[in-house]
């Protein structure tokens, strides 16, 4: 008899704890994946979805004025506070930032993930993730008040302007209403620059994944029946990488949407949702109101994904 | 005439690698046109620079008379059967057909209709609303096909359309594409390791090895006379005989190939070479017998109908073939 081969052909059961487990969910596969997916499922289930459920039904509750309690009984009337002018102020006010702060980090992020799917490889392709990963790991405070001090009136954005004798151009542009302001850092401007250095991550990744699995045989194939690269992009590359454009845009849509932190240290001093959020149930103590405004970017994000299928945007799926 | 795809002298290189180097080749119109050869022997560069993927780095290209260098694939009327397929995945079966048509802007009916023709064609007809992943590999096959065939190319290529296809659908594909090709009138080339597929399909074949072709002839011409060893080796199997080796059977001191079938074990008829030896093996392929012959010191594979009778292993036999079939070759 060899070395190398056992006594016999069937070598008996493992002793111990260990190999009676072992053998156990090999033969009971069902039980394995319940084991493994008990607890995400559970805290999916009681602690998220629950917390989630909770939080609307707060929101249809509404306070007392008087007494400042929450009166608990159903009613719409926070929601009808929720489109009073103000309020419906902060939301349009938080979805257009959002969405320009989507499509403009689309912009962006495209062309970085097409050259890193495309053409990075080895090191370039490790320098890459690290450039895109590297300010995820800095604090976001941090992060954020390195900007103000970019973007404000005695910052170093200003002075290399003055120094490039184009001091007029910014003045030019904070001088439009709206967008524009004292400086940079008390503008909407300034709130967008931000938004989007913040959440570029974010855009690119999912961009990149997704045009990394775009085998290069499509864009030739495409090519060798004569298109141009400019319809190539549009009919093979932009519809094979849309699901990654629109995972991205969800998370920088989604965040911005409730992000209270950026509006507050940058920008002008009107409310975002997620700072009327804070303040609602903070300060102000209104719970209701708080969770109404937080079904807000729910709903607005289960019609953009509702939108967004029924364009085709995951059909490449 | 013009040649349909003329090299001069055309090399690409990638850094030290010569992938291909110095070719010289006309394909005429009309043309079944096979370039044969192992991988990395420089055949898919040879397409790839007709199709415009690759751009050659020393020689020039001609398409139909016309310069293809420095011409990017969108503007070459040469279309290619990649492959694996690289069918689109987000279109139909429809849309992947009648994409050709519509980056030119062909008007939506009139594309529709023709993508429809071809479907029919490649006898997929009614499989238009389908997704590729919803069909198996012959049939996006098929949909590669129609795909490039509805532009109406110049010049069809084929990079090893069959590969991924088990046996049975390869031969029907062999001979549906070569019927195809016959009735079309384009001029088909055809990439491929397969030199049973080379040898059945094509009007005339070039053996590539290592970035250069070492061949160029009908298939007969290559099977029959093979110019080089590497050649006689990798088209069909062959028995290649040193030079001293043929000396002794009279022929000059130069390497010769004697292919098996060539070989009788009949005993020897008037004007024929003879050898003797001993059988060392012999094994059954179906429709012939394949016995190893071991003459003093050299081995050599014969092949035998099935029906004919069998020598024992051990046993003496004796090897005839016809002078004409000892095929002397050039050095290497």
Known sequence: MSAITGEQAISTQRSGLAGRISDFFWKHPHVFLAVMLAPPLLWLGIIYLGSLLALLLQSFFSIDDYSGLVNYEFTLATYGQLLNETNLDIIIRTVCMAAIVTLFSALIAFPIAYYAARYARGKWKALFYLGVMLPLWSSYLVKIYAWKLILAKEGILTWLLTKLNLLWLLDAWLSLPVIGGNSLSVSYTGTFIVFVYVWMPFMILPIQASLERVPVNLIEASSDLGSTPQQTFRHVLFPLALPGIVAGSIFTFSLTLGDYIIPQIIGSSRLFIGQAVYAQQGTAGNIPLAAAFTVVPIVIMGLYLWAARRMGAFDAL | ?332
Not at chain 2, 37 to 52: D, E, I, Y
Not at chain 2, 107 to 115: G, Q, T
Not at chain 2, 245 to 274: C, N, Y
């Open chain 2, 1 to 332: 005439m013009t040649a349909a795809v003329l090299f001069e002298n055309v090399s690409r290189h990638f850094g030290a690698v010569r992938a291909v180097d110095a070719v010289d080749l006309a394909v005429a119109e009309g043309e079944f046109f096979a370039m044969l050869g192992p991988s990395g022997s420089g055949k898919t560069t040879c397409l790839r620079l007709m199709a415009g993927f690759e751009q050659p780095t020393g020689g020039h290209i001609e398409i139909f008379g016309e310069t293809a260098e420095g011409v990017p694939p969108y503007r070459r009327n040469v279309n290619t059967v990649f492959q694996d397929y690289a069918l689109f995945p987000h279109l139909s079966i429809l849309d992947n057909v009648a994409y050709g048509l519509m980056v030119k802007g062909v008007a939506r009916e009139e594309r529709r209709k023709a993508a429809e023709d071809a479907l029919a064609m490649v006898k997929l007809p009614g499989y238009g609303t389908r997704r590729p992943g919803q069909l198996s590999g012959g049939q996006r096959q098929r949909v590669a096909l129609a795909r490039a065939l509805v532009n109406k190319p110049k010049v069809l290529l084929l990079d090893e359309p069959l590969g991924a296809l088990d046996l049975k659908l390869r031969e029907q594909m062999q001979e549906e594409l070569k019927t195809l090709q016959k009735s079309l009138g384009i001029t088909f080339v055809f990439v491929t390791h397969d030199q049973g597929e080379a040898l059945s399909m094509a009007d005339r074949i070039a053996v590539f090895n290592e970035g250069r072709i070492q061949q160029l002839g009908t298939p007969e011409d290559v099977y029959k006379r093979p110019k080089t060893r590497f050649v006689a080796d990798f088209v069909g199997s062959s028995n290649i005989l040193q030079p001293e080796f043929v000396t002794q059977l009279g022929a000059g001191r130069q390497l010769a190939s004697l292919r098996p079938e060539a070989i009788e074990l009949t005993g020897k008829k008037d004007g024929q070479l003879s050898l003797s030896g001993i059988v060392l093996s012999r094994s059954f392929l179906g429709a012939s017998n394949r016995i190893t012959v071991d003459v003093s010191g050299t081995k050599l594979h014969v092949t035998s109908p099935a029906a004919s009778p069998v020598p024992e292993e051990g046993s003496k036999v004796t090897l005839s073939f016809a002078p004409a079939d000892l095929h002397l070759m050039e050095a290497v």
